[in-house]
């Protein structure tokens, strides 16, 4: 079986027990959902896309939240839009979207010409008590 690279992070572990973990996203203009999210500490925009199996991150975010990847680990082809490429497989140590903390959050590494910016995958998605769209606004539920 594949490992799956990873990152350290201090961010908390999956734990609902410390208050709310609801979190609210508004419809941008382009119908879309951009969710604020700290990956390992670091601040990143992402787009939020149920049709995305798992979470996937350009080389470049990668190595910036400390995950390093070597030339033969991108071995997984990836149907885009674009046509085939080749994905990493890695494990991202902590995610925070506003309240809700996930821990080890299985993500796909792609070079970064072969993806427009992160995308927030049901690989992430999926480990949400629920999430729904309601009068133009996306609401996560831990």
Request: proline share 4%.
């Amino acid at each position: 079986m594949d490992t799956l690279a990873s990152a350290r992070s201090d961010a908390p572990a999956d734990d609902p027990s410390d208050g709310d973990r609801t979190h609210r996203i508004s419809m941008n203009r382009h119908g879309q959902f951009i969710a604020d999210v700290y990956l390992n500490g670091r601040a990143v925009d992402m787009l939020v896309d149920t049709g995305a199996n798992v979470t996937a991150l350009p080389e470049s975010l990668a190595e910036n939240i400390g995950i390093y990847l070597d030339s033969s680990d991108y071995k997984y082809p990836i149907n885009t839009a674009n046509g085939t490429t080749y994905g990493a497989r890695a494990v991202i140590d902590g995610m925070r979207i506003g309240s809700i903390r996930l821990k080890n959050v299985e993500a796909l590494i792609l070079r970064d010409q072969s993806l427009g910016g992160p995308l927030l995958g049901m690989s992430a998605l999926s480990r949400l008590e629920r999430f729904d769209i309601s009068r133009g606004t996306l609401v996560l539920v831990q």
